[in-house]
């Protein structure tokens, strides 16, 4: 039997920082909070005026285009977004 | 991260070629995961013709559809070529009726279902009400689309809809509701101690045909699904013009078929059509028929040149 090579993944925190990395190449305004709820399992609140007006799905989906590349393939570096906020500045 | 030119061609053709696609993970018939198995559930409430995709049976399109949509998750309804939403969308969109408009059907209306509990169940259900309830959870009754009703404790959604009987209140999402009028609840008493017993007027029965009500069907063209429950060389023998043997593959192509298609069953005298019949009531079907007196009286009373045996 061959040897299993495990590979543990970056810690979180760095894990964070992609995200954060990710969302503000794409969003450059955006402030941006991630907020990681264990192994693979993250918390992300973006706020950005682009969000005025758009349906919940179209805005989720602008942050989520921007993480695809972490969330795909068969050992994606984040695992779930457990939930994800987006919030236009000023609006409750 | 760039989608595989292929495979952004492969999912644009399905959702162009289908009005309504749901990516989902196994098939209509058997959802490999909960959130598909909903969505399911709720489609079929509205629409009986939609197309499924099963991203476990083709992986490329498992991340392929994420990255198509930027969208995380499994399962994803498309709408006329336009991406809707995931399971959590799709439940707030039926919870506001909004969904309706996306499929372009009229809204499923709204039934006020009329239930009934029995003393008994009134003391069982205050008691389980006590036990296991609060927080936020309360009694729901909720009705499969093989009419099996369920009763249980779990949190309100925005969806669900009031039913009161004698001080009882109980929670039924609008499918279970359009299918619960006329519910008695009780309790009986079992090996095991009490148990609920639910009857549901509803549930559809098996019903009879006469070989001359199947004849002037099939005379006049009417839209069915004459199946033949017998074997093979039985069949060699003797057979009604028309019927279809119902081996596996036959019967893989009738499950997929909407729910309400008329599925006429025969055997040689009706026993095993009965059987038959019973278990395509369970898989959810409402127009099942069973010959009367089978082959053998299709012999006797329509057409002689059919060997009785």
Request: charged share 20%; aromatic share 4%.
């Amino acid at each position: 039997m061959a040897l299993q090579i495990i590979n543990a993944g970056p810690p979180p925190e760095e894990i964070a920082d992609r995200i954060r990395a990710a969302i503000a190449q794409a969003m450059p305004e955006a402030t941006i909070e991630v907020r990681c709820q264990g192994p693979g399992h993250f918390e992300i609140t973006v706020t950005d005026a682009v969000f005025e007006g758009l349906s919940r799905v179209k805005q989720q989906q602008q942050v989520y285009g921007a993480i695809t590349a972490l969330m795909a393939g068969p050992t994606p570096a984040v695992h779930a977004v457990d939930r994800l906020e987006c919030l236009v500045p000023g609006v409750a | 991260m760039a989608l595989d030119e292929n495979v952004h061609q492969e999912i644009t053709d399905l959702i162009e070629a289908n009005e309504v696609v749901l990516f989902m993970k196994g098939d209509r018939r058997s959802p490999q995961c909960g959130f598909s198995a909903t969505v399911i559930g709720i489609l079929d409430s509205m629409i009986s013709d939609y197309h499924t995709v099963d991203v476990l049976s083709a992986p490329h399109l498992r991340d392929g559809i994420k990255i198509f949509s930027s969208w995380p998750t499994v399962p994803q309804l498309y709408v006329k070529g336009e991406f809707v939403g995931g399971c959590d969308i799709i439940q707030e969109m039926f919870g506001s009726g909004e969904i309706y408009k996306t499929l372009g059907v009229e809204p499923l209306e709204i039934v006020q279902p009329k239930i009934e509990v029995t003393d008994a169940a009134i003391k069982a259900l205050q008691q389980a009400s006590a036990e296991h309830g609060g927080g936020g959870r309360e009694l729901h009754l909720s009705v499969d689309a093989t009419f099996q009703a369920n009763l249980s404790i779990a949190p309100r959604t925005p969806a669900d809809i009031e039913a009161v009987s004698s001080g009882i209140l109980l929670l039924l999402d609008p499918i279970s509701a359009s299918r619960a009028d006329g519910i008695t609840i009780d309790v009986s008493e079992t090996p095991n101690g009490q148990a609920f017993k639910i009857d549901n007027p509803n549930a559809p029965r098996i019903q009879s045909m006469s070989v001359r009500e199947l004849q002037a069907a099939l005379d006049a063209g009417d839209a069915l699904e004459l199946l033949d429950v017998r074997t093979p060389e039985e069949r060699a023998i003797a057979a009604i013009p028309g019927a279809v043997l119902l081996n596996e593959e036959e019967a893989a192509r009738i499950e997929a078929l909407p729910r309400d298609t008329k599925l006429v069953l025969h055997c040689h005298h009706g026993g095993r059509a009965q059987q038959a019949a019973e278990q395509f009531i369970s898989l959810g079907f409402s127009q099942v028929f069973n010959v009367v007196g089978g082959i053998d009286a299709w012999s006797q009373e329509i057409d002689p040149d059919v060997p009785r045996y």
